[in-house]
């Protein structure tokens, strides 16, 4: 079993930066993906970002496409989230989570394991 916590959230000023880290534990993969995905309040969650472990691709949804940068550091089982100019509408409780599929990873169902999430809130 993975075990998946998030750091990095709070609250920032539009405009400005955070990076968010998630650390792996447990039964991590040496292949496969992790990504992340967002909730807003009265909003489904959504996906963010997703990065493959093996070859390092990155996959980014259209709202966050050259703000925000997904990295993994697969010796120490880590993915940040680098988000930068950051809008009111990317308040939401940010989710980390970890697979072993390289496909579909914009879907919620190709994860297996998820963290608690963290809060990040833009003011404007």
């Known amino acids: 079993q993975v075990q998946l916590v998030e750091s990095g959230g709070g609250l920032v000023q539009a405009g400005g930066s955070l990076r968010l880290s998630c650390a792996g534990s447990g039964r991590t993969s040496s292949s496969g993906a992790m990504g992340w995905f967002r909730q807003a309040p009265g909003k489904d969650r959504e996906f963010v970002a997703a990065?493959?472990?093996?070859?390092?691709?990155?996959y980014y949804a259209d709202s966050v496409k050259g703000r925000f940068i997904i990295s993994r550091d697969n010796a120490k089982n880590t993915v940040h989230l680098q988000m930068n100019s950051l809008k009111p509408e990317d308040t939401a409780v940010y989710y980390c989570?970890?697979?072993?599929?390289?496909?579909?990873?914009?879907?919620?169902?190709?994860?297996?394991?998820w963290g608690q999430g963290t809060q990040v809130t833009v003011s404007s």
């Open positions: 989570a970890a697979g072993t599929r390289t496909f579909g990873l914009r879907l919620q169902g190709s994860y297996d394991a």
């Open positions: 990065v493959t472990k093996t070859y390092g691709s990155t």
